[in-house]
Antibody, heavy 117, light 108 residues
Framework: QLQLQESGPGLVKPSETLSLTCTVS??????????WGWIRQTPGKGLQWIGS???????YYNPSLKGRVTISVDTSKNQFSLQLTSVTAADTAVYYC?????????WGQGTLVAVSS | EIVLTQSPGTLSLSPGERATLSCRAS???????LAWYQQRPGQAPRLLIY???SRATGIPDRFSGSGSGTDFTLTISRLEPEDFAVYYC?????????FGLGTKVDIK
């Protein structure tokens, strides 16, 4: 069964770059017609789609994040990654990776990232 | 951007009762590409319904979705103890994909 697991630092300083990785097991990042995505959740703003990447590397981002987001895939490691630059306290959230089959079908357990000095 | 408004914010019911949750979109959802998720405390959301009315794999048939255009409904026919949770709607018909703020179903 497909499983996803987020990993990365739990604390990032303001103005720095948040970097997270999602490891896929029970499936392959190279499978055609597969999209992979990142979503975050905060108490105040709820769930927010960050962006998605297609198996061929095409990316789609939420315009509200104003060019701060990069999502990439490393097929050799069966992983995909999120980078969010110039973070502020507003980027403190639980970050989830997920498969995207129209809706978000399979989710990782989530990882809390706090932005603080 | 499509804004999804869920109501009520909280629904207090007893086990065995019927729950009716609403999701209204600020504009028509293309293709009726509307999904519902359940989130229990400390867990990730779980896909329940996609395409407004299709149940995801393994979802019990007490969960049903309906609606089209701008008005959608999730119905839980008879609440089981494990159904007390927060429910979110999400549209994936246009970009950016957006979520509602959720309806909490708690025990009366």
């Amino acid at each position: 069964q497909l499983q996803l697991q987020e990993s990365g630092p739990g604390l990032v300083k303001p103005s720095e770059t948040l970097s997270l990785t999602c490891t896929v097991s029970g499936g392959s990042t190279t499978t055609s017609n597969n999209y992979w995505g990142w979503i975050r959740q905060t108490p105040g703003k709820g769930l927010q789609w960050i962006g998605s990447i297609y198996y061929n590397g095409n990316t789609y981002y939420n315009p509200s994040l104003k060019g701060r987001v990069t999502i990439s895939v490393d097929t050799s490691k069966n992983q995909f990654s999120l980078q969010l630059t110039s973070v502020t306290a507003a980027d403190t959230a639980v970050y989830y990776c997920a498969t995207v089959a129209g809706p978000f079908q399979h989710w990782g357990q989530g990882t809390l990232v706090a932005v603080s000095s | 951007e499509i804004v999804l408004t869920q109501s009520p914010g909280t629904l207090s019911l007893s086990p065995g009762e019927r729950a009716t949750l609403s999701c209204r979109a600020s504009q028509s959802v293309s293709g009726n590409y509307l999904a519902w998720y359940q989130q229990r405390p400390g867990q990730a959301p779980r896909l329940l319904i996609y395409g407004a009315s299709s149940r995801a794999t393994g979802i019990p048939d007490r969960f049903s979705g309906s609606g089209s255009g701008t008005d959608f409904t999730l119905t839980i026919s008879r609440l089981e103890p494990e159904d007390f949770a927060v429910y979110y709607c999400q549209q994936y018909g246009s970009s950016p994909r957006t979520f509602g703020l959720g309806t909490k179903v708690d025990i009366k």
